[in-house]
């Protein structure tokens, strides 16, 4: 079955550096994949999408990467910050008709001043 | 713009008491609706979607129902609420996005505040 993962464990980092976080997937071939950042008691809320026949994206002091023959995503977040803590969830389309999407189980993101 | 409402925020219930969350879009027609459930330090499970009026389907057995009364509002309820109904609840929609020139489904899902359901 498609299957998502990404790192269960709350990435620290500090204040300036650049976060790295993983979206790893099986048993699939999406067309693209998305991320989202949620903070804590919210809903998530959309930052980038990448097409697999795009290798980078960039929004600011976000970048993603996406290799299709490593089945992964990278997600950087470049002079990071402390308003950049949150949990970062990646997601793949499981159906285009219904939009229906995979979420994997998010990373925390912690960054200290 | 869209918009999207969702309450209560938060909500506490006796175990087999009924349930009735709700969800309203705006600025949009013929939305996809998505409900998911998180539980504390999980991610998203995807309860029920529905990509038009009446059309409702299910992802898990479970003890909630789902229903789209309106194209733009999306209920979730139950007869009887279990414990292990608590959890997070999210409402989300979306569509689909037709590029100039060419059609790409982006499909990105745009989520409501959420609502804290604690059933005891």
């Known amino acids: 079955s498609q299957k998502i993962e990404q790192n269960s464990e709350a990435l620290n980092i500090q204040e300036g550096k650049t976060a790295t976080l993983t979206c790893n997937y099986t048993?699939?071939?999406?067309?693209?994949l998305q991320w989202y950042r949620q903070d804590p008691g919210r809903g998530p809320v959309f930052l980038l999408l990448?097409?697999?026949?795009?290798k980078e994206k960039r929004k600011e002091r976000l970048k993603v990467t996406f290799d299709t023959t490593l089945k992964q995503s990278l997600f950087h977040i470049t002079a990071s910050q402390p308003a950049d803590s949150a949990t970062y969830l990646c997601?793949?389309?499981?159906?285009?008709?219904?939009?229906?999407?995979?979420f994997g189980q998010g990373t925390t993101l912690q960054v200290k001043p | 713009s869209q918009t999207i409402h969702q309450w209560p925020a938060t909500l506490v219930q006796p175990v087999g008491s009924p349930l009735s969350l709700e969800c309203t879009v705006e600025?949009?027609?013929?939305?996809?609706l998505y409900w998911y459930r998180q539980a504390a330090g999980r991610g998203l499970q995807l309860l029920f979607y529905?990509?038009?009026?009446?059309?409702i389907s299910s992802e898990v057995p479970q003890n909630l129902s789902a229903s789209r009364p309106q194209d733009r509002q999306f209920i979730l309820s139950s007869k009887k609420l279990l414990l292990s109904d608590s959890g997070f609840y999210l409402c989300?929609?979306?569509?689909?996005?037709?590029?100039?020139?060419?059609?790409?489904?982006?499909?990105?899902?745009?989520f409501g505040a959420g609502t804290r359901l604690s059933v005891l």
């Open positions: 600025g949009t027609s013929n939305p996809n």
């Open positions: 529905s990509v038009g009026i009446g059309q």
């Open positions: 990448i097409r697999e026949n795009e």
């Open positions: 048993n699939y071939s999406p067309a693209y």
């Open positions: 989300a929609w979306s569509t689909y996005y037709s590029g100039s020139k060419t059609r790409v489904a982006k499909n990105i899902q745009y």
């Open positions: 997601a793949l389309i499981r159906s285009s008709n219904t939009g229906k999407l995979i």
